[in-house]
T-cell receptor, first 112, second 112 residues
Framework: KQEVTQIPAALSVPEGENLVLNCSFT??????LQWFRQDPGKGLTSLLL?????REQTSGRLNASLDKSSGRSTLYIAASQPGDSATYLC???????????FGPGTRLSVLP | EAQVTQNPRYLITVTGKKLTVTCSQN?????MSWYRQDPGLGLRQIYY???????DKGDVPEGYKVSRKEKRNFPLILESPSPNQTSLYFC???????????FGPGTRLTVT
């Protein structure tokens, strides 16, 4: 059964720092991996979607990489800002179905 | 505005009293799904639907029912709610599971 983990569970950094969030999955038979942002009391917002055939995706200050064979993805945030404070979740779509498995999330605080 | 809406946003009910949480999307998406989010367990998929009249179980379907009679609506039904169904529920939609998902704002359900 697919399991998705995220490290660290929480992270606090000063404004301006570059940071890396990690996502690991146990079964490499995935179709894609998606990174989300969740603000308190709100739903999830999709940040980046990486297909299994891709190595990375970029959007503004965000860059996500995928190493399918080793079961890992990283989300790189450049020049962090207080507005980046949120919980970041990764989710994988199984290769053999249409259901998603989510990680527990990393809670990020960027201090001014 | 493209969006996924859920109603109600907050609900307190008693054990055994049937309830329905509605979900509607205005993006003509084929794929819709329901999740529950619990502290320490993250998001878990309850049910998903590839198209009208096509639904399938996710990881935690017990105690829930769904129906997909129209493309835009995907209600979640709890026939006999129990306290262990107290949770934060999210509905999501996308053109298909291989594209980014759009989430609703969430419904916080408390069963006493």
């Amino acid at each position: 059964k697919q399991e998705v983990t995220q490290i660290p569970a929480a992270l606090s950094v000063p404004e301006g720092e570059n940071l890396v969030l990690n996502c690991s999955f146990t079964d490499s038979a995935i179709y894609n991996l998606q990174w989300f942002r969740q603000d308190p009391g709100k739903g999830l917002t999709s940040l980046l979607l990486i297909q299994s055939s891709q190595r990375e995706q970029t959007s503004g200050r965000l860059n996500a990489s995928l190493d399918k064979s080793s079961g890992r993805s990283t989300l790189y945030i450049a020049a962090s800002q207080p507005g980046d404070s949120a919980t970041y979740l990764c989710a994988v779509l199984q290769d053999y179905g249409q259901n998603f498995v989510f990680g527990p999330g990393t809670r990020l605080s960027v201090l001014p | 505005e493209a969006q996924v809406t859920q109603n109600p946003r907050y609900l307190i009910t008693v054990t055994g009293k049937k309830l329905t949480v509605t979900c509607s999307q205005n993006m003509n998406h084929e794929y819709m799904s329901w999740y529950r989010q619990d502290p320490g367990l993250g998001l878990r998929q309850i049910y998903y639907s590839m198209n009208v009249e096509v639904t399938d179980k996710g990881d935690v379907p017990e105690g829930y029912k769904v129906s997909r009679k129209e493309k835009r609506n995907f209600p979640l039904i709890l026939e006999s709610p129990s306290p262990n169904q107290t949770s934060l529920y999210f509905c999501a939609s996308s053109p298909n599971p291989y594209y980014e998902q759009y989430f609703g704002p969430g419904t916080r359900l408390t069963v006493t």
